[in-house]
């Protein structure tokens, strides 16, 4: 009995692929054959396998029906949480995706999920992405104000919903956690900030607030991204990228 994770499988078996490069790119051409190849290896039914958003291309329901078929046809409990592109999926509407596909997938917002004595918990996170304006050297020299305004509140509100997920976990009597989110848990300015405030921002705090042993993140997807927030061990706790191109589509074993 494991427990596994990989985010971004952006499926589009019935939607329109909105990153066409995905047909042609040495690591995602038929990524769905491969990821499945991998699970396939990998998993039993005995395992639990955590998918950390952006699973499919698709807007409505009706557009991600064979991308949602795709990953409950694969081995073991499958636990979704969101991601920016999941645009099927309305956060308030929760409890009918998961009245529609449970037990084969659980859709997790607001809640937690167990894993032995492991509490799951999670949500899709927020990270402030720019527009950046860059001096002549490439450095960042300034960004869109408005725009950093903006995920400021959408931070807030993501962290509204993860404080719920550990409240519900510790309430059920849970005091070791695995924090799942889609967006990484820094942003650029974070991580490039220097001193005592280097590298920290509320996702981070919260980590450490409930003593999460792991952090999992995805979202940074193109090798471009793959270091723009924390990897491996930081302040007590260990952080891991699982975004699929990143992992080459073999998912991530977080636990035994
Ligand atoms: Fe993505
Ligand atoms: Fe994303």
């Not at 084969?104 to 949500?123: M, P």
Request: charged share 30%.
């Amino acid at each position: 009995m494991a427990l596994y994770a990989i985010g971004d499988l952006h499926l589009h078996y019935q939607s329109v692929l909105k990153a066409p490069g995905q047909l042609h790119d040495r690591v995602w051409k038929n990524h769905e054959e491969k990821f499945r190849k991998n699970c396939e290896k990998l998993l039993t039914d005995e395992d639990t396998l955590v998918l950390v958003g952006d699973h499919s291309w698709g807007k409505k329901l009706a557009e991600c029906e064979t991308d949602l078929q795709y990953i409950r046809d694969l081995p073991g409990r499958k636990i979704l949480t969101r991601g920016n592109h999941d645009m099927f999926w309305d956060a308030k509407k929760t409890g009918q995706l998961n009245a529609m596909f449970q037990p084969e997938l659980t859709f997790l917002q607001d809640s937690y999920e167990s894993y032995r004595d492991y509490a799951l918990v999670g949500t899709k996170g927020f990270t402030f992405e720019g527009p950046f304006y860059l001096d002549r050297r490439g450095r960042i020299a300034g960004w869109d104000e408005e725009a950093e305004i903006r995920a400021r509140k959408l931070v807030k509100r993501e962290l509204e919903r993860l404080r719920k997920s550990f409240e519900l976990a510790k309430a059920d009597g849970f005091r070791k956690y695995i924090m799942f989110l889609h967006y990484p848990p820094t942003n650029i300015l974070e991580e490039l900030a220097k001193g005592p405030e280097a590298r920290r921002s509320g996702f981070i705090d919260m980590a450490e607030e409930y003593g999460a042993e792991q952090v999992i993140y995805a979202h940074c997807h193109g090798e471009s991204r793959f270091h723009d927030s924390i990897h491996g061990e930081y302040r007590g706790r260990t952080y891991h990228l699982v975004s699929g191109d990143f992992l080459r589509w073999k998912p991530l074993k977080i636990l035994d």
